[in-house]
């Protein structure tokens, strides 16, 4: 148990470390046209972008400072090292240190949508082949209901692999479309980094005691680092993250949920991500038209967001344009405004639709409303992987 | 042995991706506002800067596809797979990732010094863990002259970690240090490439078959790689390949001579590097003034380089630059111009020291004169190793 003192102990360390080194290098980032304008603000303040970058670093020197701790005992008798889990931790690393890579090149030289989407992929290599080496448990446990039907686990074997791999794809760019307003992606990462550390805590006295000391190992420097960025970062924001940031907490979590197999109840502390994707696919598959950023419009008379709209020309709809926006709108999921010749609908965001349905609020008003919605679902959360998960699974 | 054809075929793949994405991805780092102007050239054309983290990426991405290949074998067999040898390779290219990120982040924002010696050491932790875990030999052979005081070997503990340590610093900045003019880098580290890869394919046979294996696994990708990067560099430079490049061509060879154990031998392949960080030392440690930049003069009018210069005021000279200048004069080391109130002498880079030898000459000879002065120190790097070392060594 020393091992988590000295985890905790330098996961504070890189917490004072980031917190001093942000604001010491935010010229350099301007200086190397890193920076953006808040569209949210009237002042027109030049902001550092991709500051995730200098969190990302310290998180990843704080990891590789801790491996020899936390092989310890391993070190001491070396016989019996357990050279498979170092391999874990390192392929989780090298797959974080990628993101990070990736990240970066991509806030300095805006890729193109399809290197954002192979890479990621290419970036969970290492762990699919840890993965497999390791545990190459490919096998489903089917929910009582259906295993009359279904018998009691189904073996997907290959498919669970490409689950993996876009499992990492998915977190990575969940993150990066629920964005836009201050603190919004830092906090919502905060929140689910918390949420696996206390599932973490609690499962640390079952039988898969290994795994979750493997998840703690990386979650709680990642959280350190984050909330120093958070600090920096929050209404009014005084650095920018950058994509740098969300594909590195994205594969963060991808990561910690395949090697400490609970990549199912990863995904559930993903329920705002995976809400706000779907409401977007109309727009996203282009079924519905997209403007290039759909973030809210900034009233400056009131000093108030209000929800971003699209404007759709009625001659160019089809008929399928025009059954969704008629149901999405019974469903009373858009504002729709119509006239003669167009319909003009909200974009299709979690931060539009907390805007059409609470009315205009300032930023940070919107962030922390936002953020409770994320608590409110992590407690939901929990509410069905344990009291309802006992109806669905023997446990 | 298949694994080798794979090996192969990837690797020219890799090279035809790097070849035709070079050009493509050109527009988008002038964009970014990664560019420089030759500054020994007369037209002012704005050449991208940074080019390496293409090559250093595909190097990558390459190996990380390579990965379940070269563990086929074990892959069949899971019970008997080697995890200690995937944990190397994981770190290997963990530690390679890590300066391919340093050195674009270096290349983007212009990183202090300090950082620049910092990060190199931590990106060699997990390779220093790794090899405490798989090998912890930390005895150097005693060479036969020097036994009768020393004994046969000499176990220097700590310190062998240590020395590991410094040989990625080393390596990382001595490609750095010894560049400026077109394709200077890059030849360089295509000729310690081949130098690294002849002698493992000599060693294959030997007992050591295991470590060449794995040295080809990562030399191999690396070569291709970057001689599609020198296909662009070469006299007239079309890209700048920058920090990104010296750091990754470092690392890599500082982790195959360490995870191999030959490291050595990877220092003898390094000769023009050492002498010209020899030679560099009086004005990297400011002993000898030092300007900013220390290429070449370029003289427009015969389209010649010329040794560029440093000018030492007498009055602010102690006895001991006295006594070093003129020493370095006797031995013909340096060229000076001696007035009442000033010593002019060339900067000393081996760079300069050819060009005060030979005279001037055009940037594509002298380029070309270095390359072949590296591939004579290779030869006799190899007449050290093989015909002599028998003299100091049992072999």
Same mark, same amino acid.
């Given at each position: ?52 970058? +200098? ?5 990843? &020197?704080?990891?590789?400072?801790? /491996?020899? =701790?936390?092989? !310890?005992?391993?070190?001491? *008798? ?83 692999? +490409? ?5 990492? &794809?998915?977190?990575?760019?969940? /993150?990066? =479309?629920?964005? !836009?307003?201050?603190?919004? *992606? ?210």
């Amino acid at each position: 148990m020393w091992s988590i003192v000295i985890l905790l102990i330098l996961s504070i360390l890189a917490y004072v470390v980031t917190d001093e080194l942000i604001p010491k290098l935010k010229d350099l980032f301007i200086k190397a046209g890193l920076y953006g304008i808040d569209l949210c603000k009237s002042n027109n303040k030049k902001i550092p972008e991709a500051i995730g970058v +200098v969190s990302g670093c310290i998180f990843l &020197v704080t990891s590789f400072i801790f /491996i020899p =701790i936390a092989f !310890g005992n391993g070190l001491m *008798e070396r016989e019996l090292f357990p050279h498979n889990e170092f391999a874990e931790l390192l392929a989780a690393l090298l797959s974080i240190c990628c993101m990070l890579l990736l990240g970066f090149a991509d806030d300095v030289l805006d890729l193109k949508w399809r290197y954002k989407l192979l890479l990621p992929t290419v970036a969970s290599l290492p762990l699919l082949v840890v993965y497999y080496v390791n545990f190459n448990s490919t096998t489903f446990v089917i929910p009582i209901p259906l295993r009359q039907w279904l018998g009691s686990s189904i073996n997907i074997g290959l498919l669970y692999y +490409v689950y993996m791999g876009m499992l990492a &794809v998915f977190c990575t760019n969940a /993150i990066n =479309i629920l964005a !836009g307003i201050n603190g919004l *992606e830092v906090g919502q990462s905060v929140i689910i980094a918390l949420s696996i550390i206390i599932f973490d805590i609690i499962e640390l006295r079952g039988d898969q005691f290994k795994a979750h000391m493997f998840s703690l190992y990386i979650m709680t420097p990642y959280l350190a680092t984050t909330l120093a960025l958070l600090k920096h970062n929050w209404y009014p924001s005084k650095v920018f993250v950058g994509d740098t940031f969300c594909y590195v907490s994205g594969m963060t979590f991808a990561v910690v949920g395949i090697l400490s197999h609970f990549s199912k109840t990863v995904l559930l502390f993903f329920l705002p991500q995976v809400i706000n994707f779907l409401y977007s696919v109309p727009q996203l598959f282009r079924i519905i038209p997209c403007p290039r950023h759909r973030l809210p419009k900034y009233n400056a008379e009131m000093d108030l967001l209000e929800p971003s709209r699209t404007l759709i020309v009625k001659k160019e709809m089809t008929i399928i344009n025009k059954a969704l926006v008629q149901v999405l709108t019974i469903l009373h999921l858009i504002d729709t405004i119509e006239d003669s010749e167009s319909i003009t609908i909200n974009n299709m965001t979690l931060i539009n639709f907390t805007l059409i349905k609470l009315g205009p609020m300032s930023e940070g008003t919107l962030t922390a409303k936002l953020l409770i919605f994320q608590c409110v679902c992590t407690l939901i959360a929990f509410l069905i992987r344990y009291p309802m998960a006992s109806y669905f699974y023997d446990t």
